[in-house]
């Protein structure tokens, strides 16, 4: 995700703020996670909804990135340097700020389509062997492509390491020195660029595409379905564009020699939002998951049931 060389952060007054907000976002998220896991993974009926499968996975990769990623990368800014310094601990932080993050993203990605099947083409889904060819595998493709990808460049690609806990991830992964360029350029475009692209095409289209169809046909019970829908996808689709698409495009003038960010702003200031997807994401989907609402304001809210006492009656 980060692909700066200088992560050393020199103020600190933006390293104690940002410290500030990534782990105060982070402590509040946590429950919200645990939350969202225990319902989606108990209540069968939710669980049996197909459009839920993505969103599982995406909390589930968002979750890992937050708690893995986002902690080590807090320890780093608390201390100034990889503590421990560990090899094993400097793959695993390169492996999840890379093959978890692309992951989630490309889990995204492939929700924003198949709202589309989902609300339009719905009889391409009628029977096992359709939901095999046009849900479960793509999901398994695009949520596996980029952990398998980075797992092999990260941990087993044949390059020669060096290890700095001066460095964010100990330093630049070694891959990115012996991988050619058109494979930059088209790891940075298909994996991030274009995904992220296409989230928002896909998001927006689906939304005028509904409001179309709404007014043609005026089916009020299929708009109640549809509007929860356009409302979990929107609200995610916002947040990864919000706090990732600055990034992109800031990579991307990098590459054309349009400097509109040097690599230090780019590093510190917009790269380290990129962890902002998986600290907001799951206060996103419990808004948009209506039959949690209820469940939640009664653990909010909770009372402790008073015990009626009934006075003895006087015998005569």
């Known amino acids: 995700m980060n692909d700066f060389g200088d992560d050393s952060i020199s103020s600190s007054q ?18 919200c ?25 995406l909390l589930i990769y968002n979750f890992l990135q937050m708690m893995i990623d986002l902690s080590m990368t807090l320890n780093f800014y608390r201390v100034g340097h990889q503590h421990p310094l ?12 890379y093959g978890i993050w692309y992951g989630a993203l490309h889990i995204m990605f492939w929700n924003s389509i198949e709202r589309h099947i989902l609300i339009f083409y719905s009889n391409f889904l009628r029977t ?24 092999y460049l990260i941990v087993l690609c044949p390059c020669q390491r060096f290890y700095n806990g001066f460095l964010l991830f100990c330093g630049v992964v070694c891959y990115s020195y012996v991988i050619p360029q058109w494979f930059s350029w088209f790891e940075s475009l298909m994996n991030c660029a274009l995904p992220i692209l296409f989230i928002g095409v896909f998001s927006w289209t689906l939304i005028i595409r509904v409001i179309l169809q709404k007014r043609r046909l005026q089916q009020a019970v299929n708009w109640r379905r549809q509007r929860k829908m356009i409302i979990q996808l929107a609200s995610v689709s916002i947040i990864y564009l919000a706090f990732s698409l600055p990034y992109v495009i800031a990579t991307v003038t990098s590459w054309l020699d349009a400097f509109l960010f040097d690599s230090y702003t780019i590093a510190v200031y917009i790269g380290a939002f990129a962890h902002m997807p998986a ?7 419990l808004v948009a998951l209506s039959p949690l609402k209820p469940k939640l304001a009664k653990i909010l809210f909770w009372k402790p049931k008073q015990q009626r006492t009934v006075a003895p009656s006087a015998r005569t």
């Not at 500030?20 to 982070?26: R, V």
């Not at 896991?37 to 839920?52: E, G």
């Not at 560990?86 to 700020?97: E, R």
């Open 14 to 31: 933006w390293k104690n703020d940002l410290f500030a907000i990534l782990l105060t976002g982070q402590l509040l998220s946590i429950p």
């Open 33 to 57: 996670y645990l939350f969202l896991f225990y319902h989606l993974l108990r209540d069968k009926l939710l669980w049996k909804n197909l459009q839920n499968h993505s969103i599982v996975l």
């Open 86 to 97: 560990n090899v094993s601990l400097c793959f695993l932080h390169g492996y999840v700020d």
């Open 128 to 151: 096992a062997r359709q939901r095999i060819l046009f849900h479960y595998i793509p999901l398994g493709f695009v949520s596996s492509y980029a952990p398998i990808l980075y797992f």
């Open 279 to 285: 600290i907001v994401m799951p206060y996103a989907n």
